[in-house]
């Protein structure tokens, strides 16, 4: 499963650049994604999901890739906003079990 | 309109006492759950539950109880509080798609328990 570190994982991008946050699911068996967005005194909120029969799926200005061979998520965001400072987060299914959420990574967004 | 609300938002309690968080959803969703948000922000799921079942993570003490008394509420009961028990709880509601199927999970404010 995932490790969880004493620090949570921090990417800062400049305003309008790419931003890519990596995953590393942990069942290989699992076969439903989702990439959520939590903002500071918020709820986790949805961003795109991904079916393991797809490698890529794009959203508006977000794209998921799905490496099943090695068990890798990662959510790609164009041109970074402000408004895209957050954490986010992974979570995998197996079957309609219940989600398991990864550990997390801060985005900051530099002015 | 608040799609899935949880009260109160932030609740402060000494140890040993025993305290309950409310959630509701306005989505006519079937199945309802809570998280576990730590100080590091490691989301873990507690319970979920629709009208034919309650599931339970086998790592949640005896002392956290869901009590459901309609499809539009779960609410979470805790006993007994300990220090260890200071966290985020969130609620969160999906509608229920069957063998295979997935749906959404809504998210309610969060809940920030301090236990003294």
């Known amino acids: ?111 | 309109d608040t799609a899935v609300s949880q009260t109160p938002k932030y609740l402060v309690t000494q140890m040993g006492n025993d305290k309950s968080i409310k959630c509701e959803q306005n989505l006519g969703h079937d199945t309802m759950y809570w998280y576990k948000q730590d100080s590091k922000k490691f989301l873990k799921i507690m319970f979920s539950y629709n009208n034919k079942e309650l599931i339970i993570n086998e790592t949640v003490p005896n002392r956290f109880s869901p009590k459901s008394p309609d499809k539009a509420h779960l609410n979470l009961h805790i006993n007994s509080l300990e220090l260890g028990d200071s966290a985020v709880y969130f609620c969160a509601s999906s509608q229920e798609g069957g063998q295979g199927a997935y749906n959404e999970q809504f998210f309610g404010p969060g809940t920030r328990l301090t236990v003294l």
């Open chain 1, 1 to 111: 499963g995932e490790s969880v570190g004493l620090h949570l994982p921090t990417l800062s991008v400049q305003e309008g650049d790419n931003s890519i946050i990596n995953c590393a699911y942990s069942n290989s068996a699992s076969d439903y994604f989702i990439w959520y967005k939590q903002e500071s005194g918020k709820g986790p909120q949805f961003i795109i999901d991904i079916r393991s029969n797809m490698d890529k799926r794009q959203g508006q200005r977000v794209t998921v890739l799905l490496n099943k061979t090695v068990k890798h998520l990662s959510l790609q965001i164009a041109a970074t906003q402000p408004g895209d400072s957050a954490v986010y987060f992974c979570a995998e299914n197996n079957y309609g079990q219940n989600f398991v959420f990864g550990p997390g990574t801060r985005l900051s967004v530099l002015p």
